[in-house]
C-alpha cells in the first residue's frame, strides 16, 4: 500500500539554524515524490518535486530509493519558512497521497 | 496563471440539507479536478477524482451517493453534500492539474482556497 509518513507534527527550529523536515514513503513503482507548503492563511501550493532537481526558497529535497526517503532540508531558516509543510507522493497515474503535514516553526 | 477558485469558503446548514461546493478553474482547462477533505490537524484525504465529461471515480469508502461530483466543463466541478449531517462537517478543497497528460504541468495540482461546512 502506498503511504507517506511525516513522523514530526512539529518542528521548531531558531532563525539561521538548519531545517529537515522528513518524510519517509512506502510504495511498490517508481515514486514521483512532491513537497507541498501552506503558510498561514493561504491555500496549499507546490514547493518542489523531485524530478525538477531544483532549489526552491532554498529547499531542496532528495530522493533516497535506499531510504526510501524524501527530507526536504534548508541550510539556514528565516522566519518567513514558518509554515505547514507536507509531503505527497503521485500513485495511479494522477492522484496524490499526503502525509500528515510538519508545522515548521521558525523562532528569532 | 494556473488558479483555482472555489465557492463558498464557508458554509452553515442545518442537518438533513444538500450543500453544493463549486471549483473553477480560471485560466486553465482542467480535465481532472480532485476533491479532498481535511479534518483539523489532519492531513488530506482524497475523496475522488472528478473527470471532465464523465462519472467520478471515488476513493474506497467514500459514498458515491453522499458526495455527488458533476464535471460538466472543463473549468468546473461541483461537489454536492446530500443530507448532511455533522459528522460531514469538515474543510473540503479541490484542486486541479496545471497541466494536460504528458506535460511538465500534469502531475502538478493548484488548490483552491478550501470551503469550510459546519453542518449544525
Known amino acids: 500500500a502506498q503511504r507517506v509518513t511525516q513522523p514530526e507534527k512539529l518542528l521548531s527550529v531558531f532563525k539561521g539554524a538548519p531545517v529537515e523536515l522528513k518524510c519517509n514513503y512506502s510504495?511498490?513503482?517508481?515514486?514521483?515524490l512532491f513537497w507541498y507548503v501552506q503558510y498561514s492563511r493561504q491555500r496549499l501550493q507546490l514547493l518542489l518535486r523531485?524530478?525538477s532537481r531544483e532549489s526552491i526558497k532554498g529547499f531542496t529535497a532528495d530522493l533516497n530509493k535506499g531510504e526510501t526517503s524524501f527530507h526536504l532540508k534548508k541550510p539556514f531558516a528565516q522566519e518567513e519558512d514558518s509554515a505547514m509543510y507536507y509531503c505527497?507522493?503521485?500513485?495511479?497515474?494522477?492522484?496524490?497521497?499526503f502525509g500528515t503535514g510538519t508545522q515548521l516553526k521558525v523562532e528569532l | 496563471g494556473a488558479v483555482v477558485s472555489q465557492h463558498p469558503s464557508w458554509v452553515i446548514c442545518k442537518s438533513g440539507t444538500s450543500v453544493k461546493i463549486e471549483c473553477r478553474s480560471l485560466?486553465?482547462?482542467?480535465?481532472?479536478m480532485f476533491w479532498y477533505r481535511q479534518f483539523p490537524k489532519q492531513s488530506l484525504m482524497l475523496m475522488a477524482t472528478?473527470?471532465?465529461?464523465?462519472?467520478?471515480?471515488?476513493e474506497q469508502g467514500v459514498e458515491k451517493d453522499k458526495f455527488l461530483i458533476n464535471h460538466a466543463s472543463l473549468t468546473l466541478s461541483t461537489l454536492t453534500v446530500t443530507s448532511a449531517h455533522p459528522e460531514d462537517s469538515s474543510f473540503y478543497i479541490c484542486?486541479?492539474?496545471?497541466?494536460?497528460?504528458?506535460?511538465?504541468?500534469?502531475?502538478?495540482?493548484?488548490f483552491g482556497a478550501g470551503s469550510r461546512l459546519t453542518v449544525l
Open positions: 484542486s486541479a492539474n496545471r497541466g494536460p497528460p504528458g506535460s511538465s504541468g500534469a502531475n502538478v495540482l493548484t
Open positions: 510504495y511498490s513503482g517508481s515514486p514521483e
Open positions: 523531485h524530478i
Open positions: 505527497a507522493l503521485l500513485r495511479g497515474g494522477n492522484k496524490l497521497t
Open positions: 485560466d486553465f482547462q482542467a480535465t481532472t
Open positions: 472528478s473527470n471532465e465529461g464523465s462519472k467520478a471515480t471515488y
